[in-house]
């Protein structure tokens, strides 16, 4: 039995819709990090023409840095419960500077984590932190 209400997971199709529509005049792109395994999402933004005495000039697109993680990437599939790809863990893990913990390390992170009142809130799949 999920912790999870159903009128939550009854909405969570409609809204993942609603999160991963594309912005307007740009795309999303992905540009390879460090590693193959790496990508790092930018934006491709269309400019206006810049019009001037004679005819319009034409701009390039602009490729900016994108904040949105998958959200705007429409071939992206967003389940909330499941939570997003650990895309880094490799590279984290093999850097070998961080431990995993056994769960939260606060005073209130431990509190909140043993309350069962607030089972209802928790997400299905949850990652163990890590500390540097």
Not at 38 to 64: D, K, L
Request: proline letters at 10%.
């Amino acid at each position: 039995m999920s912790a999870i209400p159903e009128e939550f997971i009854r909405k969570t199709a409609k809204l993942s819709e609603e999160v991963t529509r594309p912005f307007a005049h740009s795309k999303k792109i992905y540009v390879q990090g460090s590693r193959p395994d790496i990508r790092v999402g930018m934006r491709e933004v269309e400019q206006s023409p810049t019009h001037t005495n004679a005819t319009p000039e034409e701009n390039p697109p602009i490729v900016i840095y994108d904040t949105s993680g998958p959200y705007t990437d429409p071939s992206a599939h967003i389940d909330l419960l499941q939570g997003l790809p650990a895309l880094r863990e490799h590279w984290i893990l093999e850097r070998n500077d961080t431990e995993q913990l056994a769960g939260p390390t606060s005073e209130f992170g431990r509190a909140r984590h043993g309350d069962p009142k607030l089972a209802h809130l928790r997400f299905e799949h949850l990652r163990k932190p890590r500390r540097a």
